[in-house]
């Protein structure tokens, strides 16, 4: 009799029919009675001094039931404290000074949005215009208008890393480039906007619905802000459509919808337009990085040099570790023994930076995988071969001490190659067409922040089913379902007997939050805990009715029976009757998982993630030169997650990741216009949309990571990463053009074309 095995398999996720029939319910489908509808006051300037706010008007308009402003809450100011030198630095409603447009001033709730729209237009506020600054170079020279007073040249974070020796690398060298490189402003873009119902009731207990991807981070920032102890307030996040990093943090609107529910007696709905998304929630860092390489003559690589500089916006939030991720992955996909990095995240009269998919890395990798191809021309290497000849291995230590205990970055390389046709193609294709290839590491989680420990329980229902606990939040990554599976996996039953319980800090064990990729890795270890802790107890009854020892049984295919003897047994639903009814004692497993970063965030020695995926990829493109339009044709993924648990979730992250950075590449950018963000919209925001996407051949490299109890590793992430200088490579090999800035555009192909030809 076999076990019943489930992970590995491509099955359905468990809400896939509630979701395609319309039935599963979003933050704005939660609907409480009495419930008032909540709008925020943005400032219209890009730094100023707050003289007066005067809201009497506004309160008076029919239909208004509450209005505030930043004197009438507690002032407490959030953020994230942990990272080296960063600040708590933010406010839910701006007391003093604003310091984008967008920030927040005042808010109002009504009987409905239209009311607390025009409840908006009859509050008066007084400004003094403060002189504002939008390039973070400048920002740094004296005399910039300082944004915050503990920072004089305003820098928000810095990092300084050095490893080796840098100056007898270069020395050593046989050939060193040096190139600029410049990313821009871009925006997550899921489809569901950031949206919260906060109800405050009689107790003083609030309960906030939000589409929040990390309710115990959100927790803590809230109870700061609010003054209230956290056990005062539960976060129900219930399913969220899209998050990309955009949904991590405290957002001010979950602020302004607690404070206003206390004040009303009500419960109070805010919802972003997506205007208000785009310009006042958070987007990616745009960075310019100075990177010098020294190889030798065959391609090895010997050190780099990286300066870096972010424009952070107006404050910390998480943003911080975008500086130190990118300076992990200048150091983790090859071996890089010599290392120096130094980094600055600056302030700037602008909408928040903070994470996105792959946080930090895009930009980084951008870099150094443009960089890697020009030297390769230059050198007249092969682009594969010298990929393989620096790829890390398993066993690998970083020269920041980052061990590698698992890694399939060689055979990812060497599937690409083989399934595009590199070695045939590159240099080689008809005019108008060419093929690019780059590589990416990723972290799979880290507890750089709070609540970095994941806890899961679990109880077996009377007919042998289970109902899991976990706080992974599902922000359609298809983690419930990959922790059903782990469950499933370990104490033999089928997925559909497993219901997931998540996102209710009330009911579910601690966990950060689902960014970083921490979900299967973190979550996923302290289910299979929980399961293995439950069987444990599982084992126990059964061995006492059938008189044997609890390791002569086997579980599978919903029974539990005595090794050799398949016919001596019983079925789960019979073992926990005889737990419940003739113990009293009901079957319930309690599990973590729990790693202590190693990392010293300051020095960037130790390891920062219990695990690192790997991946490699090939964009085939095609370009217009009459008018520089770009198709990307073909692309062919290969990823290293560890063990796959559900391979066609995994699948469609690759294929996600494919069209986020395909954007990031060619079209997306925030273009702005005195601080202000000129295409805040998705008709003027340029996405790919469906028939913009190429054909993509995904293959999944698996290996098996000791150190990880589930095995499974990053999937959400990596491919992102290096989908965008594949396509810079493969540009590159059709038009001979160098490009360091993004997004490539037509405009620019053409111009660096024109430029090519009169030199």
């Not at 010997?302 to 500086?323: E, F, H, P, R």
């Not at 880290?446 to 939040?473: Q, R």
């Not at 990307?632 to 069209?659: C, F, Y």
Request: negative net charge.
């Amino acid at each position: 009799m076999a076990d019943n095995l489930v992970i590995g398999e491509p099955l359905p996720y468990l809400e896939g029919v509630s979701k395609a029939t319309g039935e599963t319910k979003f933050t704005a489908d939660v609907a409480i009675p009495g419930l008032l509808y909540g709008k925020i006051l943005r400032s219209p300037h890009l730094h100023a001094r707050i003289l007066n706010v005067d809201y009497g008007k506004a309160e008076r308009l029919i239909g208004v039931k509450g209005v505030m402003a930043g004197k009438d809450t507690p002032g407490r100011k959030f953020g994230v404290p942990r990272y080296p030198g960063a600040r708590v630095d933010q406010q839910g409603l701006a007391t003093e000074r604003v310091r984008y447009v967008g920030d927040e001033v005042a808010a109002v709730a009504a009987v409905d949005f239209d009311t607390a729209e025009e409840a908006l237009d009859l509050i008066r506020v007084d400004y003094e215009i403060l002189p504002a600054v939008l390039d973070p170079e400048e920002a740094m020279k004296p005399g910039a208008s300082r944004l915050h007073d503990h920072s004089p040249d305003n820098v928000s974070a810095r990092q300084k890393w050095h490893f080796g020796d840098i100056v007898k690398a270069f020395a050593e060298s046989d050939y060193i480039r040096e190139d600029r490189f410049t990313t821009t402003s871009v925006q997550h873009c899921a489809l569901e906007p950031h949206t919260c119902v906060a109800s405050w009731d009689v107790s003083g207990r609030v309960t906030l619905w939000a589409s929040c991807a990390a309710p115990y981070v959100c927790r803590a920032q809230l109870a700061l802000t609010l003054d209230l102890a956290e056990s005062k307030i539960r976060i129900l996040s219930p399913y969220i459509g899209g998050h990309f990093g955009s949904k991590t943090p405290m957002f001010s609107h979950y602020f302004c919808a607690a404070l206003l529910s206390r004040k009303t007696g009500r419960p109070v709905k805010f919802a972003h337009t997506r205007e208000e998304v785009f310009g006042a929630t958070l987007r990616r860092h745009p960075m310019s990085i100075w990177l010098k390489t020294g190889v030798k003559r065959d391609g090895t690589l010997l050190g780099s040099d990286c300066k870096l500089i972010a424009d952070g916006g107006a404050y910390v939030s998480t943003g911080a570790n975008a500086l130190l991720l990118a300076g992990t992955f200048l150091t983790v996909t090859y071996r890089l023994p010599n290392v120096r990095y130094e980094a600055c995240r600056v302030y700037t009269n602008k909408t928040i930076s903070g994470p996105m998919r792959g946080f930090g890395a895009p930009q980084i990798r951008f870099a150094a995988e443009a960089q890697l191809e020009y030297i390769c021309r230059d050198l007249g290497l092969d682009p594969v071969e010298v990929r393989l000849k620096n790829a890390i291995h398993a066993g690998d230590e970083m020269p920041n001490k980052f061990v590698i205990n698992s890694c399939g970055l060689t055979e990812c390389i060497e599937k690409v190659a083989a399934a595009s046709g590199f070695k045939e193609k590159h240099d080689k294709m008809p005019d108008g067409r060419g093929i690019g290839l780059a590589c990416s590491s990723f972290i799979s989680g880290h507890s750089i922040l709070l609540h970095a420990p994941s806890g899961a329980i679990l109880k077996f229902d009377e007919d042998g089913g289970i109902t899991l606990l976990t706080g992974v939040s599902n922000v359609g990554q298809g983690s419930d379902t990959a922790m059903g599976q782990i469950a499933a996996e370990e104490l033999g039953i089928c997925l559909e007997d497993v219901r997931v319980v998540s996102g209710d800090t009330d009911l579910c064990p601690v966990h950060a939050g689902s960014y970083s990729s921490r979900g299967t890795l973190w979550g996923g270890s302290a289910v299979k805990a929980a399961a293995q802790d439950a069987k444990r107890q599982l084992l126990e009854v059964v061995a006492e009715k059938l008189e044997c020892s609890p390791e002569d049984l086997q579980v599978g295919n919903r029974r539990i029976w005595v090794k050799g003897s398949p016919g001596k047994g019983m079925s789960l639903a019979e073992a926990v009757t005889a737990s419940m009814l003739g113990k009293g004692n009901p079957i319930m497993g309690r599990g973590y998982f729990k790693i202590e970063s190693l990392m010293n965030a300051e020095s960037g020695e130790g390891n920062l993630s219990p695990a690192y995926s790997f991946g490699a990829q090939a964009a085939e493109v095609a370009v217009d030169r009459d008018t520089g339009q770009v198709k990307v044709l073909n692309m062919w993924v290969a990823h290293d997650p560890g063990v796959a648990i559900n391979r066609m979730s995994i699948e469609g992250q690759l294929h996600g990741s494919v069209q986020m950075g395909q954007g990031q590449a060619l079209t997306e950018e925030l273009i702005a216009e005195d601080g202000r963000w000129m295409n805040a919209s998705f008709l003027d925001y340029r996405m790919p949309t469906a028939v913009d996407v190429p054909h993509t051949d995904s293959m999944l490299v698996e290996t098996y990571d000791p150190t990880v109890p589930v095995g499974a590793k990053e999937a959400g992430e990596g491919t992102q990463i290096s989908t965008v200088p594949a396509i810079v490579n493969a540009l590159y090999d059709v038009v001979g053009v160098r490009f360091t800035d993004l997004p490539i555009t037509p405009e620019k192909i053409l111009a660096a074309l024109e430029a090519r030809d009169k030199a």
